[in-house]
C-alpha cells in the first residue's frame, strides 16, 4: 500500500523527480568514473613495465633507479661497467637480459641506446609486446626507432633526419653522426612513447669524437670510418633480465648486490613501482574525494527538494492523517520516495557509465594509452551504489521528521 502510494506521489511530481534523479546519476556516473580511471590508472602505472624480473644499475635507491630505467626520469648516479654487465649476463639463473644506455636526448625527449631485443623483451600491460607502426626496426648503424608521442609531437615520418644532443637539454649537438627514422612505435600509454632508441653501437658512434662531455677540437671522423670501428660499448646504465625461474629471482638479486667488483643493485619491477605509487598516488585520494562531494552535494539538493515540497503537500499530508495514517506512515512514505529516487539515480548512474566506457573506452587508449576495463560492478562499487541509496534514506529523514510532527489542523487551516 505505502509503496503505491510513494510510487504515485513520485509520478505526481515527474518533472522535479526526474530532476533530481538525473542529480544524482550524473553525481554517481562521475563517482565510479572516477573509481574506473584511478583503478584503470594504477593497473597501467603498474602495467607500465612486466614480465622483467630485476632491473639492475648503479647503487643508488630502488625508486631511482626505477625512474631513470623505466620513466626516463633524473640520471643515474653512475654506470654499469660493460665487464660485469657481461658477467651478470652470464649468470646461469639469468634467461635473457637487455643493457640500457642513456644520457643524450632529443628537443626534451630521452635518448636510449638498447638492442633490438629490448623490442622482444619489453612488455607493458600485463604481457602485450611492443609493435612498429610504420617503418621497421634499426637495421643501420644510425637507424632510430621513435615512440608515437616523438613522431606526433615533433612531426616525424619514416626516413627524417634527427640530431641527438649531448647530454639533457644540452645545445652540444653530434651534428656530424644524424640519425634516420626507421620506424615508429604504436601507442602503449608508457614511457617508451617519449624516447628516441638507437642501438648501444650508435651510442658509442657519436662519442667517437667527444672526450669529458665535450667534442675534441678540431676532430670530426667520418661515418664510413666509424663503422668500421670496434663500437662495443665501455659502459651501460641499466639492465632489464629475465631469469630462468621466479624461484631464482632473489638469489640472483642477492648476489647482484653483493657483487664484488663495483657497487651494483637489483630492484623487483612491481616492489619499486608500489613504492613509487605510494608517493604520487595522493592524487588519486583527492580525486575521490571530489567525487564523493559531488555525490554529497545531489543528495542535499535532494534533500533541499523535499523540503520544498512540504508546504506543498502539508493539506496532503493532512488527508493522509485524516483517513487513518500514523505520523509514522507519513514519515515513512517520505523516506520511502527518497530512497526510491536514490535508487533509479543510482542505477542510472550505472548505466550513463557504461554507455560512457563503451565510446570513451578507444578513445582514451589511442590518446593516453589508459585501458579502462568494461567489467561487471564489482563488491567495492556494489556497496558504493548501496552507499547512495541509504544515504538518500538518512537525508530525507530530517525533512520527513518536520513532516511527522505536522498537524492535523495545522494542515487543515486555510492560510490566507
Given amino acids: 500500500m505505502i509503496l503505491r502510494l510513494a510510487i504515485g506521489s513520485l509520478g505526481a511530481r515527474a518533472l522535479t523527480v526526474a530532476m533530481t534523479v538525473l542529480a544524482i546519476a550524473l553525481s554517481v556516473a562521475l563517482f565510479l568514473g572516477v573509481e574506473k580511471v584511478r583503478t584503470g590508472a594504477k593497473a597501467s602505472f603498474a602495467d607500465t ?15 631511482q633507479l626505477l625512474l631513470y630505467s623505466v620513466f626516463r626520469i633524473g640520471s643515474a648516479t653512475n654506470n654499469v661497467t660493460w665487464e660485469s654487465y657481461q658477467d651478470i649476463a652470464a649468470q646461469p639463473e639469468v634467461n635473457w637480459i637487455v643493457p640500457i644506455s642513456l644520457g ?11 638492442t633490438v631485443a629490448f623490442f622482444e623483451r619489453y612488455k607493458y600491460r600485463q604481457g602485450r609486446s611492443l609493435s612498429v607502426a610504420d617503418g621497421a626496426l634499426m ?17 616525424y615520418s619514416i626516413g627524417d633526419p634527427i640530431v641527438v644532443a649531448h647530454g639533457i637539454a644540452s645545445f ?12 615508429i612505435l604504436e601507442k602503449t600509454g608508457t614511457p617508451v612513447d617519449r624516447t628516441v632508441m638507437v642501438s648501444l653501437e650508435a651510442i658509442e658512434a657519436i662519442h667517437v669524437d ?33 631469469v630462468e625461474s621466479p624461484l631464482q629471482t ?19 619491477p612491481g616492489v619499486a613501482l608500489q613504492e613509487l605509487w605510494a608517493i604520487v598516488g595522493v592524487a588519486e585520494t583527492a580525486l575521490l574525494g571530489v567525487s564523493a562531494m559531488v555525490v554529497v552535494t545531489a543528495l542535499i539538493g535532494m534533500m533541499a527538494t523535499i523540503f520544498s515540497s512540504l508546504n506543498e ?5 493532512a488527508i493522509f492523517r485524516a483517513t487513518g495514517a500514523r505520523p509514522i506512515t507519513i514519515m515513512g512514505l517520505l523516506v520511502l520516495e527518497a530512497a526510491l529516487t536514490a535508487a533509479v539515480g543510482a542505477l542510472l548512474g550505472v548505466l550513463f557509465l557504461y554507455l560512457g566506457l563503451t565510446i570513451a573506452q578507444p578513445v582514451i587508449d589511442r590518446a593516453f594509452g589508459l585501458w579502462l576495463p568494461i567489467e561487471a ?33 495545522d494542515g487543515m487551516t486555510v492560510r490566507t
Avoid at 637495421?139 to 612531426?155: C, E, K, P, Q
Avoid at 652540444?172 to 620506424?183: A, I, T, W
Avoid at 503537500?313 to 499530508?317: K, N, P
Wanted: glycine share 8%.
Fill in 210 to 242: 667527444w672526450q669529458n662531455g665535450a667534442q675534441m677540437p678540431g676532430q670530426s671522423t667520418p661515418a664510413y670510418t666509424i663503422r668500421q670501428m670496434e663500437l662495443t660499448p665501455k659502459a651501460i646504465t641499466a639492465a632489464l633480465i629475465g
Fill in 313 to 317: 503537500r502539508r493539506r496532503e499530508m
Fill in 250 to 268: 632473489f638469489a640472483l638479486q642477492r648476489a647482484i648486490n653483493e657483487y664484488p667488483e663495483e657497487p651494483l643493485l637489483a630492484v623487483l
Fill in 104 to 114: 643524450d636526448s632529443h628537443r626534451q625527449f630521452r635518448v636510449m641506446g638498447t
Fill in 49 to 63: 613495465i612486466s614480465g622483467t624480473d630485476l632491473i639492475v644499475g648503479a647503487r643508488s635507491g630502488s625508486v
Fill in 377 to 409: 560492478p564489482n563488491m567495492r562499487e556494489l556497496w558504493v551504489l548501496l552507499g547512495v541509496v541509504a544515504a538518500g534514506a538518512i537525508v530525507s529523514m530530517v525533512p520527513a521528521f518536520r513532516a511527522y510532527r505536522l498537524s492535523l489542523a
Fill in 172 to 183: 652540444s649537438k653530434h651534428k656530424d653522426q644524424p640519425f634516420r627514422v626507421s620506424g
Fill in 139 to 155: 637495421a643501420d648503424l644510425f637507424d632510430t626507432v621513435i615512440g608515437a608521442d616523438v613522431a606526433t609531437s615533433l612531426g
